[in-house]
């Protein structure tokens, strides 16, 4: 395709799963502008579309195969669109979904999106279908699932990032864990940390590209386990301690965060670290999946309840006023009523700022799939779901009511997800005399909504909590 043409194709990308594919989205969508491309809001404007997949339950999946049918009928009236499947999905089903939906024409998993233009190029030529994914990682050395599974990090365009005050940072790929439950060491590769000087530059550029915005920068770093960050440098070994410290003081970073965590690598240097520089975030998300020995030794955690518990009071203690968070696997294979309980109770002492639940969904090649029945039924998984997710609200909504009447410094983030409004009354106006409603969060990543002008937006500012109402806070600007 000539570069002329290229100046007018428009792309349009659907993203579900984790951070890590929102920001694979951007880089894609960073690539794509780079080689001449512009994106679109809505898919049936774009003369490619992607999908950037995720594959860790089952419904994701479905959800995916059902969105890809309904395109079909599209692809009968306009055969010159090309639909691609990105990411996780694309990795773990391969050929098949090109069986499955015939109409798709490129199929690329997370470790080849740097090629995507060009293969998008070739698609949009008339090439047939292309398939570019990494080999099985169980095929060959772990150094061949090395090179096999190549990081891609293209440069940081303003133009593809959601925000000027919001960026994540990857810091290393894949995962070496083997969780029997997760199908993420299969379909994202062996476990690879970025170069410090290649991290701290990327921030760099993020942060001057905030200054010259005029707003404040918050980086969240990315990790499947970002806690067990390690660089192997000619001086020693950079852990994520040594790295939040070489980040911290760059000009225009505002606000340092990372996930997630490991419960295992919770080291007291990064506790330490943590305490001590202010732009890092007193926040953990540090997923305890279940709350039962037995559980977590069929998932293959390595920890035991007794040691998670004992993690929790060394961040409680070394960061005072510190917020954790996690996440729990309910039904997983051969889970009792009593093992259920003990990951009640577990919710119940810790008092987590939040935890998100998820119904087991058994994933082929993972060894869980492998070795144990998926035997808890539908209907249990659902009542342990909706009995943890009760008791977790109820921490939540106690522990944000402590908040009343206090006052909080949150960075606004956006137009609030909870509605906008428009309010020109009174001195709440800005020069346009419009209020929104906004939403923004603390340190410890709680949600709070409030009514200003959008100027707010990418500041950080104090606001005084004045209501809390089910799981939202609502503040008001302290002038
Ligand atoms: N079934 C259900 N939940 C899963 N997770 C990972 N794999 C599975 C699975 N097979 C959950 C874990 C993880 C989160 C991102 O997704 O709780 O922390
Ligand atoms: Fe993210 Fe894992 Fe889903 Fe991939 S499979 S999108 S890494 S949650």
Redesign the pocket.
Known sequence: MPPHDNMTKRFYIETVG?QMNVLDSELVASGLISAGYRQVSRSREADVVLFNTCS??QHAEDKIYSALGRLKNVKDHYPHKVFAVIGCMAQKDGALIFRRAPHVDLVVGPSQLGRLPELVDLAAAGGGPQLEISLDRSQGSHLDAKRNFTPFNPERLLEARPAAHQAMVRIMFGCDMF?T????PSVRGPEQSRPPEEIEAEVRQLARQAIRQGVCLEVTLLGQTVNSYRYHAPNGTVHLADLLYRLHDIEGLSRLKYV?NCPKFITQPLLRAVAELPKVTPYFHV?A?SGSNSVLHRMKRNYTVEQYREMLDRINSTVPGAAVTS???VGFCGETEEEFQDTMRLVREARFKNS?I??????PG?K?AELYEDDVPYKVKQRRNNELLALQNEITEELNSRLLRQTVEILVEGPSKVGAKQDTSGDKSDNNGSVTQLGGRTVCDRIVVLDGPRSLIGQIIPVKIVQSCGLTLFGEREV
Do not use: G, L, M
Not at 181 to 184: K, P, Q, S
Not at 358 to 363: A, D, H, I, N, P
């Open positions: 984790c860790v339950r969780c439950y997760c199908i993420v997630s997923p999946q996440d729990f696997i998100f998820f119904k087991y969904s058994t994933r993972t869980a």
